[in-house]
């Protein structure tokens, strides 16, 4: 690696320390475990990564992006948390080229297909009663299962996804008769990934439409309450650029919910000697960072990535690894 590259890297990390912290309110509504991010790649440029979506994770950040895959991509992710909280996930995806007799003149689509599993959970929560005695311990599990898919109507350089996604929260032992509380939702995720130059990526998204819980109160009480928690519907655009460095990437992403103010995303990698990358970024004003390694693993390219990720309101500070398989 010349001294440039190394010069450049430095000069964005000093950057990204200096400036200022934003405060932030997304654990007090519906649906926090899908606003957290995906993937320590993805967390360490800071989560921007609407206009990069690539790999599996495609299908959180920006479904559009499947159909571009190359190869087909198996990635485990697992996020160290404080407080007794978990969160864990699952993702394969492949790119789908159908193939066409060159007689029949027939054009077709390249598409793309993804399946995954986020988990998110919480042990240990210190139940007490009106006296302050500790009487119970509390957990809570919430799971989506997604199915992503996308074609590209104009090949390479436009593409459209979906994904479908299906919530499941879950509270046990609740009450006097331990009864579980539990409800299921559905939510759906649009994405459009533009590609008007080599180096050169937009890409939209709507997520979370529709998504929501519909809680009832019946096990608890004899009193049946209903009570809906609504997942912010978001909106969010990005931009990322390879230019002109092949070697560099720079991604930028803008977000804004109908419960939240705007929100900014910045992130960088830096790929070095082909097996290494430095990745650095901002979430939200919150500093991230991380690297990769790619390797040969029985003749499959395998990646191994970290991300640091600082938190706000004084909360400690987040370590997240991936591991990620080209079959």
Do not use: C
Not at 73 to 102: C, H, Q, W
Not at 127 to 138: K, L, S, T, V
Not at 286 to 295: C, D, E
């Amino acid at each position: 690696m010349n001294k440039f590259k190394i010069k450049l890297l430095l000069l964005g990390l000093f950057l990204f320390a200096f400036i200022k912290d934003v405060p932030a309110d997304d654990g007090i509504l519906a649906g926090a475990f899908l606003r957290m991010g995906l993937g320590a790649r993805a967390n360490a440029m800071g989560g921007a990564f609407t206009g990069v979506a690539e790999g599996a994770v495609a299908a959180y950040y920006n479904p559009a992006g499947i159909p571009f895959l190359e190869k087909r991509e198996i990635m485990l992710s697992y996020r160290f948390l404080s407080l007794d909280r978990n969160f864990n996930y699952i993702g394969f995806a492949t790119g789908v080229r159908p193939k066409v007799e060159e007689e029949s003149g027939e054009l077709a689509l390249n598409g793309g297909l993804a399946l995954s599993w986020i988990h998110a959970g919480v042990d240990n929560i210190d139940g007490r009663d009106f006296a302050g005695n500790h009487y119970q311990d509390f957990s809570n599990s919430e799971h989506a299962f997604a199915l992503s898919f996308g074609i590209m109507p104009i090949k390479n350089m436009l593409a459209i996804g979906l994904t479908g996604r299906v919530l499941y929260n879950r509270f046990p032992d609740m009450g006097d008769d331990n009864a579980t509380i539990s409800d299921t939702g559905l939510g759906v995720d649009l994405g459009v990934l533009v590609k008007p130059l080599p180096y050169l990526s937009v890409g939209f998204t709507i997520k979370n439409i529709n998504a929501k819980y519909s809680w009832k109160t019946d096990k608890l009480w004899e009193k049946d309450i209903d009570k809906i928690d609504r997942f912010p519907q978001t909106l969010r655009g990005g931009i990322s650029l390879r230019y002109p460095y092949p070697w560099l990437l720079l991604a930028a992403d803008i977000e804004k919910n109908n419960q939240q103010d705007l929100k900014y995303f910045i992130g960088i990698e830096a790929m070095l000697l082909d097996q290494f990358a430095a990745r650095a970024g901002l979430n939200d004003g919150s500093l991230t960072l991380g690297g990769g390694y790619l390797f040969q693993l029985f003749s499959r390219s395998v990646q191994i990535q970290y991300a640091f990720v600082t938190k706000k309101y004084d909360a400690a500070s987040e370590h997240i690894f991936s591991w990620v398989f080209h079959l």
